[in-house]
T-cell receptor, first 115, second 114 residues
Framework: AQSVAQPEDQVNVAEGNPLTVKCTYS??????LFWYVQYPNRGLQFLLK??????LVKGSYGFEAEFNKSQTSFHLKKPSALVSDSALYFC?????????????FGSGTKLNVKP | DAGVIQSPRHEVTEMGQEVTLRCKPI?????LFWYRQTMMRGLELLIY????????DSGMPEDRFSAKMPNASFSTLKIQPSEPRDSAVYFC????????????FGPGTRLTVL
């Protein structure tokens, strides 16, 4: 079965410091991996995706994520956090086997960036 | 591009009443997804359509829930009868032909069942 895990419910970081939001996955075959962000009272917004190719993927708002096949991880990173980055972040994997178009979302990680 | 449109944005109803949530996907998108978000269960996929045809409804919690997509620009999610445990935020998302690599989410409908 396809799944993703976000081991941290919450991440706290000071503005200007680097941030990492963790995600690990369990899939059959090669994964399609995604990060989405949700601001209060809004729908999810796409940040970035990994399909194939370079393990370091760059996305919106200065975010990037590194695909690590040996560790089955896809951690979200940003070199310098902003207060406006405070939001709920979701990792997701797309099923590429039986149910080709189904997405599985992690439980979400709340990022708090303090001034 | 107007984005995915959902209505109503907020719905408060009493237990036992019928609730209908509406979604207009982005023009040209042929995948449509309905999700439910709660604190306890996170984000759950309820059902998704491709070219107006339901593909996977395994996430629909029970027979009280039904979804339709009569045409490419409109979908409904109906709950009849509603129960307090149905209280949640319901999201609709759509994606382009060729596979849903990127889903575009609507703003959601916050449903409260008293």
């Amino acid at each position: 079965a396809q799944s993703v895990a976000q081991p941290e419910d919450q991440v706290n970081v000071a503005e200007g410091n680097p941030l990492t939001v963790k995600c690990t996955y369990s899939v059959s075959g090669n994964p399609y991996l995604f990060w989405y962000v949700q601001y209060p009272n809004r729908g999810l917004q796409f940040l970035l995706k990994y399909i194939t190719g370079d393990n370091l993927v760059k996305g919106s708002y200065g975010f990037e994520a590194e695909f690590n096949k040996s560790q089955t991880s896809f951690h979200l990173k940003k070199p310098s956090a902003l207060v406006s980055d405070s939001a709920l972040y979701f990792c997701a994997v797309r099923d590429r086997t039986y149910n080709f178009n189904k997405f599985y979302f992690g439980s979400g990680t709340k990022l708090n960036v303090k001034p | 591009d107007a984005g995915v449109i959902q209505s109503p944005r907020h719905e408060v109803t009493e237990m036992g009443q019928e609730v209908t949530l509406r979604c207009k996907p982005i023009s040209g998108h042929d995948y449509l997804f309905w999700y439910r978000q709660t604190m306890m269960r996170g984000l759950e996929l309820l059902i998704y359509f491709n070219n107006n045809v339901p593909i996977d409804d395994s996430g629909m919690p029970e027979d009280r829930f039904s979804a339709k997509m009569p045409n490419a620009s409109f979908s409904t999610l109906k709950i009849q009868p509603s129960e307090p445990r149905d209280s949640a935020v319901y999201f609709c998302a759509s994606s382009r032909p060729g596979g849903p690599d990127t889903q575009y989410f609507g703003p959601g409908t916050r449903l409260t069942v008293l």
